[in-house]
């Protein structure tokens, strides 16, 4: 193996396209002294080597495995990156319907003729390559992208996760907003009452004492006592700290004052044209937030992006996008005075800095931004979209209950406010890219509160834009990880291929953002199975070593499967579904016709079938007795 990776580095040594990464894989996968490796050395023609383990059955009937040889014969026009990018995609498909699990490799791949189905997979494949190839993107080469696999750390969605630095008062006043655009209405006004009664009453929100930490975490303010005083003086001027008096903080059972720290982590915002380095302010209220209940805000009407992959879109139709986005959410609303004791900074600074008298000692205390900021921040975008601009909330997208219907769509997610419309293509045009009734009320609503918005990011009847970490293509009907996203991700599982050691680490990185990007793609969570097992073994013995075989496969399968991880919004339903399964006792087979009503959640009665509620408990539960034609079963035992 390790023979193979090194050569693996070698043609990875500058940068590549997406299409000439994976046909320099298909090129080296016959190789690969793996089953994997064994799989598409069968695959290409040439049989398996020997010891492998091998069968000679293979389903030739089916609409997999495809065969490779008729595909470059098909693919011949399209010269050979094509052909073997594709062919390197196509490979890991047969491989998943033929191999997975404990079935050995074909000893010999059947020649078979394309079938229009089949070419019908082969154009599809060809048509998502080609759309990340004209992206532009590139993969970056293996060292470069081995450093970002051993060092960066990324969140699910990609996002960098950024070690704290010490405070920079210029450069943290540089991303703030400016006076007169923070702090700019009190959080109460725009919340449900079961909301706006905890946020009054602070010691509602207080853990049982014999639930208090025994000891009170710590955590410090990275900045000297210059940069602080700087930095309170403009937190003040802009409405987000306060004073607070050292007698009037909270204490612990043991009466030691619980303070909080403060840090920030870099940020780049244009300014005046140019790109800067910023600071974002970060408030480490871990000390108080041990005391706390979480409130029960609106959290929980978050949206998942899984949900947006089941939007619907007829061929003669386009999906529209209309977004705001807030400039500083969290800096926009504060909270009653009567939390400021609980959010005090572990630093004191002179009173001079809040227009008090010099001399003075006093805690700075921050308004906004503990354990309950997410679902409070949530609340009160929703009431802003619901309640001020008449937004119905039937079209809101939410994890809370299933997808609408129509083709007006709400997602609404912290700082951000999207509205989705499907229309036909000739109102589209009938529109001039204008604002809808919903937006535009929204807008007004921001202007009369005050409220800004960053109009660098406003969208307005928009054929193409991010939405929860994904890009919508409205005129292709296409949902999903983004080009850069997609040749990033190709390159750290390139990058990881070429390690001949691995450390739990960089596993990890891999399968977080492998994970974020499959969300697009639910089905490419298959690939994924003994990654798992490896990770947990890395971190018992906390070292770096030799991945297995069986793993190095599955990284390179996500490496091929990269450029599907997204929904075709234009994907037709089938009228029938059918599905089988089998054990050593006995096997099964089902068709469905229509969808099931979606369950109720609450608890039921095994012995009751939930369609008609007829008794279920002295035969077999499927098929129901009494024919309600909620499953059509056919059992051999």
Not at 531 to 539: H, L, N, P
Not at 564 to 579: G, N, P, Q, R, Y
Request: aromatic letters at 6%; proline letters at 6%; charged letters at 25%.
């Amino acid at each position: 193996m390790s023979l193979w990776m090194a050569r693996w580095r070698r043609c990875r040594s500058h940068e590549q396209s997406p299409s000439k990464v994976l046909a320099e894989l298909w090129r080296h996968l016959r190789s690969l002294p793996s089953k994997l490796g064994h799989f598409s050395l069968a695959s290409a023609g040439d049989g398996v080597p020997p010891g492998a383990e091998s069968s000679v059955r293979v389903r030739s009937d089916d609409l997999l495995p495809i065969d490779l040889r008729e595909v470059a014969t098909y693919l011949l026009d399209e010269g050979s990156t094509v052909a073997n990018s594709v062919a390197c995609v196509l490979n890991t498909l047969n491989y998943l319907a033929l191999c997975s699990g404990h079935a050995p490799v074909p000893t010999v791949m059947p020649e078979r003729p394309l079938t229009n189905p089949q070419k019908q997979v082969i154009d599809h494949v060809r048509q998502a390559l080609s759309h990340l190839e004209n992206s532009g993107e590139q993969v970056a080469p293996f060292a470069r992208m081995a450093d970002e696999l051993r060092e960066a750390k990324f969140d699910y969605a990609g996002e960098p996760i950024l070690m704290m630095e010490d405070l920079d008062a210029e450069q943290v006043i540089a991303a703030w907003p400016a006076v007169g655009q923070a702090a700019v209405q009190e959080a109460t006004a725009f919340l449900p009452d079961h909301i706006r009664d905890k946020l009054n009453d602070p010691r509602s929100c207080l853990l049982p004492l014999r639930e208090w930490p025994s000891r009170t975490p710590v955590s410090k303010v990275r900045a000297s006592d210059e940069e602080w005083h700087k930095v309170v003086v403009a937190a003040h001027e802009r409405g987000l700290m306060v004073p607070l008096d050292p007698e009037d903080v909270f204490k612990d059972a043991s009466g030691v004052p619980v303070l909080n720290g403060g840090g920030a982590v870099p940020k780049f915002k244009t300014i005046g044209g140019q790109k800067r380095k910023c600071q974002r302010f970060i408030s480490n209220l871990i000390p108080s937030n041990a005391f706390q209940a979480r409130i029960d805000g609106d959290d929980k009407y978050l949206p998942y992006l899984g949900q947006l992959t089941l939007l619907e879109q007829e061929s003669d139709q386009v999906w529209l996008t209309d977004s705001e986005d807030f400039t500083s959410s969290f800096n926009l609303f504060k909270i009653p005075a009567a939390w400021h004791n609980l959010m005090g900074f572990g630093k004191l600074v002179d009173a001079s800095a809040f227009g008090g008298p010099a001399g003075r000692k006093v805690y700075p205390a921050i308004p906004m931004g503990w354990l309950s900021s997410v679902a409070v921040v949530q609340a009160i975008v929703r009431s802003l979209v619901f309640d001020h601009a008449a937004v119905l909330r039937l079209t809101e997208v939410t994890k809370m209950r299933a997808l609408p219907d129509s083709g007006d769509l709400t997602v609404i997610y912290l700082d951000s406010f999207d509205e989705l419309r499907r229309l036909e293509k000739g109102c589209k045009e009938a529109l001039d890219e204008s604002m809808s009734d919903r937006h535009a009320r929204f807008l007004q609503v921001c202007r009369e509160k005050g409220l800004p918005l960053n109009e660098s990011k406003r969208l307005v009847a928009s054929t193409r834009g991010t939405l929860q970490g994904g890009l919508l293509d409205g005129d292709l009907g296409r949902y999903g990880l983004s080009p850069d996203k997609m040749a990033n991700l190709m390159g750290l599982a390139s990058s990881l291929a070429g390690h001949e050691q691995w450390s739990e680490f960089m596993l990890r990185h891999l399968v977080g953002k492998a994970t974020f990007g499959m969300c697009f793609r639910r089905p490419i969570f298959s690939v994924l199975q003994g990654v798992f097992s490896e990770i947990q073994c890395r971190a018992a013995f906390n070292d770096m070593a030799a991945p297995a075989a069986t793993v190095v496969d599955e990284v390179l399968m996500v490496l091929c499967l990269v450029p599907m991880m997204f929904t075709s919004l234009k994907a037709a339903l089938d009228d029938e579904v059918a599905v089988t399964d089998a054990s050593p006792s006995g096997g099964g087979a089902a068709v469905a016709t229509r969808f099931k009503p979606p369950p109720l959640t609450v608890d039921s009665d095994p012995r009751v079938c939930h369609e008609c509620g007829s008794d279920c408990s002295n035969r077999a539960r499927y098929p129901c007795p009494a024919e309600c034609g909620a499953c059509s079963a056919l059992w051999r035992v």
